[in-house]
């Protein structure tokens, strides 16, 4: 009954494959890698190649066929006594065809000028570096020099707004207090320092520095003592006459004058030319004096050569002028 059933299922008459009967599929043929020696030859062929161009020319672009192209290059190295075999000589003409071993340079983009900036590092670098170690450098100089010495400048200013003139502008006006004898000067201070003590709210040094300024010739001119004396040397003339610009008809009479202090010394004073309205720092200048005061020292010169009333007025401590011993008028100049 068992046999009976396996003829049944087998009914076709044909034969189940058996296990060993099923073969695996054909593998695909690959082409077997060059050796490295095998690949140095081809190399070399394609350079052959490439320095005979003029037979690649002929031979491939010509009637030739490939085959006569490797039978000259087998011929080329049988001279040079090297064996290569037609497989490495057919490598070595695909390769040449195929572009192989030929280097194309990359296109130009941002990654390939990026590559050439890098490998060319060691021309610039140092460039770049000293640069930037400059910049460094300057950078820390302006900060700690110049802006360091800015901020202390502001810094100064400041004490010195708040506190150093202001101390300085009092105590000049005290001294000019203390040492005047007369009221002017006195009123002359009082009106300095309060146009200062102004600049100092407003933070105007300048105007601050001015009434300081100011303060400091009054206190000076106030210390200050000495004899306006008429000169009387050789080589010096002792007095001149002009006739005023402004009046041709009219004549001005000017004696030569000095201040000297106790010792004899020259001082140097600041004298406004009523010729032209300019004040100039000067040792000897011309005092305008009336015509018949000019008469009588010139008067007293001729008769001996000697100006005998020579001073014509003294300055005292804590005064501001002069005190004439005889009448003057009101000018002077610098030049004549």
Known sequence: MEKEQTAGVSGSGAK????????EPTSIKRKKPLALDEVMLAMDVVDTLRHRQDLVLRELSGEAKEKQLIKKLREIYAQQGIEVPDNILKEGVAALNESRFTYEPPKSSFKVSLAKLYV???KWGRWVLGSFLAIIIGGAYYQFSYVGQQEQNAKQAIIELNETMPAKMEQLYQSIFDETKVQSAQKQAEEILARGKIALKEQDKKAAQAAINNLTKIRDQLRQEYSLTIVNREGVQSGFWTFPEINTDATNYYLVVEALDKAGNKISLPILSEETGKSKNVDIWGLRVSEELYANIASDKRDDGIIQQNILGEKAYG??????????LDGAVTEW
């Open 16 to 23: 189940r494959p058996t296990a060993t009967s099923i073969k």
């Open 120 to 122: 060319s590092r060691s």
């Open 319 to 328: 005064y501001l002028d002069v005190t004439y011993n005889v009448s003057v």
